[in-house]
């Protein structure tokens, strides 16, 4: 009895972890440059203290990422980019590592720094990216980084930097807490000048909020159907130890 107790409760467990991965999704819908986190689930076997492994449970973990590209869509800003095909900008992650992602929705922050929108520092040739005041700025399909000086006329175009894209091997990329890509064991991916960017343009998610719908839903109905599961073996056992009493 008690091991079909354990396997329901197991069960139940790994279903309430997929939620969250699929409730982790679903708040990064609109998020831009979002690339969806994929989860799976396996049996494995309990190691017991004889012959035979004594009990069987199923464990959820995440699978992968999802690398599909989310939709182009047009804004007409001068610091949107949007990369075409496989690539991602460099940006320097919180504890000064260096780290990846697609989202371009860039901005010049007060210090002068070019940042994504969530403040991390995007990286050129040669480390985060300054950018002097400007009265126009241009974002080239390279990376590369233009500007008309505030107070120059419009002859006097200076290229500033080029932001940093990198295309490494996906199978190599692993994502953080912090939903930044990196390589595994701390590598850094080298620019790569075959990745080419769309200017005045964003990523959106690549989340299918349809789709992720739909999983929390067959979740729900798995973990109910866990959860009487335990139930019956509750009742089971009343019922086995009433017996034993009449006797």
Known sequence: MDRLLYISMSGA?????AQ????HNLANVSTTGFQADLDAYKSLALKGNGSFDSRVYNQHYRAGIDFKSGSMLSTGRELDAAIQG????A???????????????FRVDPNGFLTTGTGLQVIGEGGPISVPPYQKLDIGSDGSISIIARGQSAEAVTIVDRIKMVKPELSQLVKGNDGLLRIQGQD?????????LVSGTLES??????????????????????VKMMKVAEETDESSTKLMRTK
């Open 91 to 105: 940006v320097q992650a919180p504890n000064g590592t260096e780290a990846y992602t697609r989202a371009g929705d």
């Open 13 to 17: 467990s790994q279903n309430l972890r």
């Open 86 to 89: 496989e690539g991602l900008f």
């Open 188 to 196: 850094i991916a080298e620019p790569d000048a075959s990745v080419r």
């Open 205 to 226: 998610s690549n989340v299918n909020a349809v789709s992720e719908l739909v999983s929390m839903l067959n979740n729900t109905r798995q973990f109910e159907i866990q």
């Open 20 to 23: 969250q991965t699929i409730a």
